[in-house]
């Protein structure tokens, strides 16, 4: 009978310790979960945000590339005015204002955005 009561403790002891092994997994288990949870907002998060600096980029890279369409035309029409060869000092002016004007107006489009 002494044998059978010690069995009865023994066993109680490794259900004991089973439960508290099997409550640690389990929370182990929620912690994963909500950790690769939080992970997948924050995926999602960098995926937008990167689909939104895309746009940008691509938005201002098509400022530029009208903005220096603008400049050659420009350029082109002061060579031309200035008879295509002639390196006088007022189309060394015009050139000068010409990219002054471009540059205060980046400098003025970008503190606007």
Do not use: P
């Amino acid at each position: 009978m002494l044998d059978l009561i010690e069995s009865f403790y023994m066993l109680s002891f490794v259900t004991e310790d089973l439960q508290s092994q099997m409550r640690d997994v389990n929370e182990a288990h929620e912690s994963t979960v909500n950790k690769l949870s939080l992970s997948e907002n924050e995926i999602t998060k960098l995926k937008e945000d990167n689909r939104s600096l895309r746009m940008a980029l691509r938005n201002r890279s098509q400022e530029l590339d009208e903005e220096n369409i603008r400049l050659r035309d420009q350029v082109r029409r002061i060579l031309w005015r200035s008879g295509g060869g002639n390196h006088s000092e007022s189309l060394y002016r015009e050139l000068v204002f010409a990219a002054t004007a471009c540059h205060f107006g980046r400098l003025k489009s970008s503190v606007n955005k």
